[in-house]
Nanobody, 125 residues
Framework: QVQLVESGGGLVQPGGSLRLSCAAS????????MSWVRQAPGKEREWVSG????????KYADSVKGRFTISRDNAKNSLYLQMNSLKPEDTAMYYC??????????????????WGQGTQVTVSS
């Protein structure tokens, strides 16, 4: 079965950086579009960034564009999110998610059929 395990979260000051990782197993990782999704306390889950199967195409939410970079290593079945210039409003639980395929809208979280347990990112002075 699909397993996604995130790591790399923590407490960081505003302006700081973190790199999140997601280890994937139980499916053909190199064949799937993958995304990072976050959920802040009291808010709905929010799509953050996505990357196509070979890593050649990336997309970002406007709120993180220019600050976050998504990448993947298909040889290691791993997904990454480099987060720079972090702001307090980036505080959230961050999840990696497996897109189910089929051409559905990548920003629609209903089109994802695999989720990790999340890693907490807290941006505070």
């Amino acid at each position: 079965q699909v397993q996604l395990v995130e790591s790399g979260g923590g407490l960081v000051q505003p302006g700081g950086s973190l790199r999140l990782s997601c280890a994937a197993s139980g499916f053909t990782f190199r064949s799937h579009f993958m995304s990072w999704v976050r959920q802040a306390p009291g808010k709905e889950r929010e799509w953050v960034s996505g990357i196509n199967s070979d890593g050649g195409s990336t997309k970002y939410a406007d709120s993180v564009k220019g600050r976050f970079t998504i990448s993947r290593d298909n040889a290691k079945n791993s997904l990454y999110l480099q987060m720079n210039s972090l702001k307090p409003e980036d505080t959230a639980m961050y999840y990696c998610a497996k897109y189910r395929g089929g051409g559905g809208f990548i920003y629609n979280l209903r089109n994802y059929d695999g989720w990790g347990q999340g890693t907490q990112v807290t941006v505070s002075s």
